[in-house]
């Protein structure tokens, strides 16, 4: 019979419960499920650019750039250069292993001064696997790999407020090759929309050269679940997720500017029930909480009030990114910022900083995260992005700014 490397059970692992990897359960919940909400294809939820990754993960609203996307794909409709495209790397996991990340390429393309077009594609690599049979032989190598492909459109409604929808292919194959093994194992696959709101308002403040403030609104990964077996019944939720924020810029002069931003985010999947085996059925039953054997739809209504530990439980479901950026002349930034969640959810915490450069049409934007604590997976994440800018004149040609 056909084995799997041990390296794939880290994958599979990451890929259904990478948050448990840093989770802790409450005193009350030791023995039984852990109140950490898992999901498939978890790569959705990866920052892809190293500008939002050294402000700790924060983008509902700050200024519109390429990888809005990600972020709040109604910012394309705030851009001020006519075409853009960006090209990232992210190396994941550092801590454990070497050679699993996510590449993205992202563009977008204005329409006139209201609407926008954009489209990105993030392939996120697992590495390379070995498969061997019973008595150790080797039976192959093959690198398991998902991918999304994305596209939205964005429209001003006013000078202030824009939004934005924009829908979603996933594909995601964890056993690559293992299907010619056993049929009813299969490479998942689900569409899913975003639906997006920006408010940019501009102020004048005495002393200086003005500013703004914005606030951003987006649930992204509306989707059908994915499943990876034909023999399974239930289905996996993927990550919908629910991110707002405000944002301050403060033009202090022609020449110097700093811009604060805080984000705070939430998934819209039903939080895992609380339960007990009975041993006259059995079979386990809930004894606190909702069942999360729902569709995907009611899973996002159910995500507000089925916390087993009522409203508590909820906000601990809440987690929170702050942000500082300073730029120079629109040529040079640097930037800090921190993400929070609760150690009941997932205790990711870590600072991050990072800097861009923007030079004609080039620009250049990297971050590192630095852990709360030590020994955590995600330390020595070092990102960079590439990023090129281009206007139009008034016959519709590309020109650099």
């Known amino acids: 019979m056909r084995q799997i490397h041990s390296k794939l059970v880290l994958l599979l692992v990451f890929t259904f419960v990478v948050s448990n990897l840093f989770a802790q359960l409450p005193p009350e919940d030791a023995a039984n499920n852990n109140r950490v909400i898992s999901t498939s294809v978890p790569f959705l939820m990866i920052a892809p650019d190293a500008r939002s990754g050294g402000m700790g993960d924060v983008g509902a609203a700050t200024s519109p750039d390429i990888y809005s996307m990600f972020w709040n794909p109604a910012k394309y409709a705030f851009c001020d250069k006519a075409l853009g495209i960006g090209i990232g790397y992210v190396p994941w996991l550092r801590g454990l292993v070497n050679d699993i990340g996510l590449a993205s390429l992202y563009g977008y393309y204005k329409i006139g001064d209201k609407q926008a077009i954009a489209m990105s594609l993030r392939f996120f690599s697992m590495g390379e696997i070995q498969y061997t049979d019973e008595n150790g032989k080797d039976q192959g190598r093959y690198k398991p790999n998902e991918l999304a492909v994305d596209a939205t459109y964005a429209r001003k409604f006013s000078r202030e407020i824009s939004g934005a929808v924009a829908g979603r292919f996933i594909y995601s194959n964890l056993i690559p090759g293992y299907s010619a093994y ?38 992204s990964n509306i989707g059908a679940k994915i499943s990876y077996s034909s023999s399974l019944i239930q289905s996996n939720f993927i990550p919908t997720n629910l991110r707002l924020g405000p944002a301050f810029t403060l033009n202090i002069d022609d020449y110097n500017s700093i811009s604060f931003a805080l984000d705070l985010s939430k998934l819209l999947v039903p939080t895992p029930p609380v339960t007990q085996y009975d041993s006259a059925t059995k079979s386990y039953v809930i004894i606190g909480g909702r069942s999360n054997n729902v569709s995907a739809v009611a899973g996002i209504f159910q995500s507000f009030y089925d916390a087993p530990y009522g409203f ?13 950026e300073y730029w120079y002349n629109k040529l040079f930034a640097i930037r800090t910022g921190y993400f929070y969640e609760s150690k009941y959810k997932g205790n990711r915490q870590f600072f991050t900083i990072g800097a861009g450069l923007r030079y004609n049409v080039f620009g250049l934007d990297f971050s590192y995260l630095i852990p709360v604590k030590q020994n955590n997976p995600l330390q020595n994440t070092l990102q960079f992005t590439l990023l090129f800018n281009f206007d139009t004149d008034k016959k519709g040609k590309q020109t650099a700014q």
Request: hydrophobic letters at 40%; a negative charge; aromatic letters at 10%.
């Open 312 to 324: 508590k439980e909820e906000l601990q479901e809440i987690t929170v990114s702050a942000a500082v």
């Open 182 to 219: 056993d049929a009813s194992v299969k490479p998942g696959y689900s569409v899913a929309a975003d639906i997006a709101l920006y408010y940019h308002h501009p102020l004048e403040i005495k002393g200086t050269s003005g500013g703004s403030i914005s606030f951003g609104f987006d649930i």
